[in-house]
């Protein structure tokens, strides 16, 4: 049975710079229970590092698959998660948000 997901982020084609500040936004706008899944062409390791800092004990990572061409992960907002920080919507990890 296949998940409903409340958005699907597929990062691809977006600019690496947009990235991080488009899922980070699309997460604080989801529902506690709610999930969005991400598409990427690498492991987004380093977001799930920035989710971690941010947002830690607040939300769920599952890979439902792991390269070698494609990653797509299951991020959920867990029950009773906070309101988001503001720092949430911008930045990156990154030099030039390139991880996303």
Known sequence: ???NFAVTI???EI???QRHPLIFGR???LR???ALQ??????P???H??????????FTWDYLESGPALWRVRIGKLAGAAAPAAATTGGSCCSGGSCG
């Open 45 to 47: 390791r380093p977001l």
């Open 10 to 12: 597929d990062v691809r």
């Open 49 to 58: 590092y920035q989710f971690q800092a941010l947002n830690g004990g607040q």
């Open 1 to 3: 049975m296949a998940e």
């Open 38 to 43: 991400l598409v990427n062409d690498h492991d």
């Open 27 to 29: 997460f604080n706008e």
């Open 15 to 17: 600019p690496p710079y």
């Open 32 to 34: 506690p229970g709610e």
